[in-house]
């Protein structure tokens, strides 16, 4: 009797391993899925269109800030009754008070070049030709012109090449005695 339960056991375990064992003969069935109504996608899209508000809602700090230049704000502008014209800041060297109205913040008027400007007012503007090495602050303009241009009572505008430029203010400060010695050696 024993050995009788002992084989249907036996017998008991090898069918349950058989159909545990996976025949690679045997395919296994596919389910088909119906494709996605246009519900189901527009469903798909407002759930993805509220992620990325999401996301937006946040700021994004900006890793480098940008001033935005314009020509006018980097430019003095000069004007006369009609006529205005643009120089780089730092140009215009000397301003004596009498004409500090000449100098405004808004154009009006008719934009001219600076050469068509100059000649139509000179009676007012003056220009001081500098050097390069001077406009970049390297070399110091002549006291003795400076002197002579603030005494003439017009608007003194550094040019280089004919075309106004910027000057260092270090160009139009007088020598010191440390700046004496370094022209010496």
Wanted: aromatic residues 4%.
């Amino acid at each position: 009797m024993k050995n009788s339960i002992f084989v249907v056991y036996l017998l008991l375990c090898a069918t349950s391993l058989a159909q545990s064992v996976d025949v690679s003969n045997e395919k296994k069935s596919v389910v088909a899925h119906k494709p996605p109504t246009h519900k189901d996608i527009a469903k798909i899209q407002r759930k993805q269109a509220l992620a990325k508000a999401e996301i937006r809602k946040s700021p994004l700090k900006p890793i480098v800030t940008i001033k935005k230049h314009s020509l006018i704000g980097n430019s003095t502008l000069l004007a006369s009754s009609r006529y205005w014209t643009l120089v780089p800041k730092g140009s215009v060297i000397h301003i004596p008070t009498h004409l500090k109205d000449r100098i405004v913040n808004k154009p009006k008027g008719k934009l001219l070049n600076w050469s068509d400007f100059l000649r139509k007012n000179y009676g007012w503007l003056h220009v001081q030709e500098i050097k390069m090495s001077q406009a970049k602050g390297r070399n110091k303009i002549n006291q003795k012109a400076i002197e002579a241009y603030q005494s003439i009572g017009k608007i003194v505008v550094a040019t280089c090449a004919k075309g106004p430029i910027s000057v260092a203010p270090d160009a139009l400060k007088p020598p010191t005695k440390v700046d004496i010695k370094d022209t010496k050696n």
